[in-house]
């Protein structure tokens, strides 16, 4: 990165020193390879060499940051203060900003059968740990198309220019054609005077309504206003655009023989005899690792949790929307019964009852720019506010 690095963390900070140099070395020390450590942290090789570089502009936002750190000392067995104390100094000197308190993310009470459960460790800190699962298919995929876009934009820049290789070539060949039908003699013509005299031919040749000569444009292109780009680049979104799609088809599918129906290890009798037919009932039990989701019980916030291993959460209302991260590490049940997520990505989406999917579009929670989530239908409401006030701005130009 190219930010100059400066001390302004207070006395002592000299001694911290900075994160990806301190991970770095442990991990040496440790005999690990960044391939070996990315299999046991399921975190991707790239999030890793952007840590190690203090490279935040490539890594996502602070909470995914705090996760990454602490899977990391937890398998090289670094204490977990230390490494936290490097990342909220190496934070402060490489983005010139303090690092942010994650006060968005809810704790989990231990469990009870209530309407709205959760269960979690008690440390904050490690909820954190979970969050890197969400985002590592991104993570790939945003990878890839960084290093496709020079290739795009080269390929782009080749078409313009055989286009208009070709479009200067037609209009040569046909003032050649047209002076030698006239039989005008031996004279020669500058390329430039070449290619106006099409335009010329036009008007005083070509019928009203005639398309034109081949190769010659029938339109003078728009040129566009350079206040009105600067303006685009400028004017600060907090809900930039997002392309939202329709839910369609089934989400799920429920179990009804499935043996886990009946394990009370893996579906509490406490929480079958809470069911309550007249509601919507989401039992989420994290089986084999972490799992991170976001949700919403009819008019309630959308609230943000980490249910670590062995832990769960409950809901209950007459209509539940959940966004699911790692969701091949739990099991989900339904009304007492187990519901089968197919996935690709480890993300699932997830609205009960199943009927009220045509409601909805994806994603169900997007985050805005000062990491608030919103619900789709008030994120698109916000995002239009902020295209009439740039439209706005532009016709007052």
Known sequence: ?????????????????????FLKQRRIDKNYTLEKLSQKTKISVNILKALECNDYDHLPSAAYIKG???????????????????????????????????????GMAAPTPQPVRATRDAQD????????SVIESGDSFIESTKSLMP??????????????????????????TDQKAKDLGPKIESSSALVKQPEQAKRTEAPANDVGAPGVPNEVPVVAN????KLDQEF????????????????????????????????P???????????????IRAIEGNTWLSYKVDDGPIQSVIINKDND??????????????????????????????????????????????KFQLPLFPKAKDDILYTSDEYIKRMKMEDDELLKRKENL
């Open 1 to 21: 990165m190219d930010k100059q690095l400066t001390n302004e963390s207070g006395a002592g900070a000299s001694n911290v020193g900075l994160l990806g140099e």
């Open 68 to 106: 990454f750190v602490t899977s990391y000392v937890k398998v090289l067995g670094v204490p977990l203060d230390e490494a936290i104390l490097k990342m909220e100094y190496t934070y402060l000197n490489v983005l010139g900003k303090p690092f942010p308190a994650l006060n968005h993310t809810k």
């Open 125 to 132: 800190s490690d909820e954190s740990s979970a969050a890197q």
């Open 151 to 176: 290739i795009v934009i080269f390929a782009g820049i080749i078409l313009l220019f055989v286009a208009g290789y070709k479009l200067i070539s037609s209009v040569i060949e046909s003032e050649v």
């Open 226 to 229: 350079p206040d009105e780009a």
């Open 236 to 267: 600060q979104r907090n809900f930039p655009p997002v392309e939202f799609k329709k839910l369609r088809g089934k989400l799920f599918s429920v179990k009804m023989d499935a043996p886990e129906n009946l394990d009370e290890v893996v579906l």
């Open 269 to 283: 009798k406490q929480i079958k005899d809470s069911m309550n037919s007249e509601l919507q009932n989401v039992y």
């Open 313 to 358: 959460l409950f809901l209950q209302g007459s209509e539940v929307r959940i966004f699911l991260g790692n969701v091949n590490v739990t099991k989900i049940f339904y009304n007492n019964y187990l519901i089968e997520t197919p996935t690709k990505t480890g993300v699932k989406s997830l609205v009960f009852p199943e009927e009220s999917n045509s």
